[in-house]
């Protein structure tokens, strides 16, 4: 079946950086886009952007420019999402999620929590 | 940027009963690229309705979708226990933009 999975829970002093990684199966990795989306505790969905899984051209959502990155490893069917130089604000749990317009499937989620 | 609001913030219902929930769009959503997400404690996001009116794989028919433009209706005919969640509108249109949520609690 059509499965995304992310890694596992990161826990970073402000400053550092962290990358997440997202592994999907089930389809053809390349055919279909992959955005990322945060959730801050106890808010709503933030959208962060896009990955093209074809040509690797990221889009990354007003104010996530500069410190997000998206980038892929195709061979290995996975996307994944770098922070740097990160701030207690992007404690959150980070989603990927296939796109074919609507998003589905998701994957279960990455906590980054920062913290001195 | 098209901007979703949703309404209520907060809906408390009692199991049996109808839950109806909006999504405004701040411009027109072309070719109904709307769609709806519920998400449990502890849980990802799961994609109930895309299109504005088609149900995704899985999906109970007690969920539908309606609307066009810039109002979006997403319906629970008759609620069950495991239907009290968040429910978020997105738009994928422009980007993808969604809603701030609409939580149905127990009543």
């Known amino acids: 079946q059509v499965q995304l999975v992310q890694s596992g829970s990161e826990l970073k002093k402000p400053g550092a950086s962290v990358k997440v990684s997202c592994k999907a199966s089930?389809?053809?990795?390349?055919?279909?886009?992959m955005n990322w989306v945060r959730q801050a505790p106890g808010q709503g969905l933030e959208w962060l952007g896009w990955?093209?899984?074809?040509?690797?051209?990221?889009t990354y959502a007003q104010g996530f420019t500069g410190r997000f990155v998206f980038s892929l490893d195709t061979s290995v069917s996975t996307a994944y999402l770098q922070i740097i130089s990160l701030k207690a604000e992007d404690t959150a749990v980070y989603y990927c999620?296939?796109?074919?317009?609507?998003?589905?499937?998701w994957g279960q989620g990455t906590l980054v929590t920062v913290s001195s | 940027e098209i901007v979703l609001t949703q309404s209520p913030g907060t809906l408390s219902l009692s199991p049996g009963e109808r839950a109806t929930l909006s999504c405004r769009a701040s411009?027109?959503?072309?070719?109904?690229?709307l769609a709806w997400y519920q998400q449990k404690p502890g849980q990802a996001p799961r994609l109930l309705i895309y299109?504005?009116?088609s149900r995704a794989t899985g999906i109970p028919d007690r969920f539908s979708g309606s609307g066009s433009g810039t109002d979006f209706t997403l319906t629970i005919s008759r609620l069950e226990p495991e239907d009290f969640a968040v429910y978020y509108c997105?738009?994928?249109?422009?980007?993808?933009?969604f809603g701030q949520g609409t939580k149905v609690e127990i009543k």
């Open positions: 299109g504005a009116s």
């Open positions: 997105q738009q994928y249109v422009s980007s993808w933009t």
């Open positions: 411009q027109s959503v072309s070719n109904n690229y």
């Open positions: 999620a296939r796109a074919e317009g609507e998003l589905s499937p």
């Open positions: 089930g389809y053809t990795f390349t055919r279909y886009a």
């Open positions: 990955i093209n899984t074809n040509t690797g051209n990221p």
